[in-house]
């Protein structure tokens, strides 16, 4: 979910559409606004920042019924009630390693991210980067900072130079020379397509022995690319286990993302 030309009213009936429909995990992002657009202005919506949009999602569930009922079959007027608590929401969201394009500082990016964890989010996924150092050096620098909760990396294979040069872009990282001058000069299609599965995989190892929690995969409907990176890295195995990446107790303690 983003913050952007919705109003709280309709992102609160969306979030509750969600949840009675047994949806307990968002993605909250504030957002890319309008070409145009100016920064502050209502076409933007009334939800400022992300931080803003985990604390009415966690609203809206506090505002539910607590429990579930179902109607008891002969008896047209009973209901069964079940008593056992409803799943809290877990609530992802963006952080920005190298920074976001609109940030003044580095700090504002960590005092966005101790802002939506004070929100209640309950774990973080990185834009891309391409470099192992870039990862680790911010969750130093955001742990130096209070930041409590799991800091998921986020990884693309890069398959073409113009996709490359598309997803810089769009992040507003550094063209990666080492990756672009081997996209480049590889003629073959399939041999791109190997040179970023290879190189993906090589980052998603190097991000796990640095310790990251779990790795992020961004497909962009592409999923070829990605379980090739899976096998390639090695990390997948029979009897694999999935993570839990939600503190067992919630700190107390983000910037607009």
Do not use: W
């Not at 309709?10 to 993605?27: I, K, N, P, Q």
């Not at 920064?39 to 966690?58: K, P």
């Not at 056992?84 to 580095?106: D, E, I, T, Y």
Request: proline letters at 7%; one cysteine or more; aromatic letters at 4%.
């Amino acid at each position: 979910m983003t913050c952007v030309g919705s109003t709280a009213a309709d992102a609160s009936r969306l979030v509750h559409e969600f949840l009675e429909a047994g949806v307990t995990r968002f993605l909250a992002l504030r957002g890319d606004p309008p070409i145009g657009a100016v920064e502050g202005a209502t076409l933007l919506g009334e939800l400022a920042s992300a931080a803003e949009l985990v604390q009415l999602i966690h609203r809206v569930q506090a505002e539910r019924v607590p429990y579930g009922s179902e109607n008891v079959p002969g008896s047209p007027h009973a209901l069964r009630v079940d008593v056992a608590s409803r799943p809290r929401a877990q609530v992802a969201v963006a952080a920005f390693p190298n920074g976001h394009p609109r940030s003044r500082s580095r700090s504002q990016d960590i005092d966005a991210l101790l802002a939506k964890e004070a929100a209640g989010a309950s774990f973080a996924i990185t834009q891309l980067f391409f470099h192992p150092s870039d990862y680790v050096h911010f969750v130093e620098r955001a742990r130096a900072a209070g930041v409590r909760i799991p800091i998921i990396p986020g990884v693309m294979p890069v398959t073409s130079p113009a996709r490359l040069r598309r997803m810089v872009e769009l992040s507003g990282e550094d063209l990666p020379a080492d990756l672009a001058v081997a996209l480049e000069v590889e003629p073959d299609d399939e041999g791109r397509a190997r040179i970023g599965v290879e190189h993906a995989a090589r980052l998603v190892r190097t991000l796990v022995d640095s310790g990251a929690p779990a790795v992020h995969l961004y497909a962009f409907n592409r999923h070829e690319a990605v379980l090739e990176v899976l096998a390639e890295s090695g990390l997948l195995h029979a009897g694999a286990a999935v993570p839990d990446l939600v503190p067992t107790e919630h700190p107390t303690t983000e910037r607009a993302s």
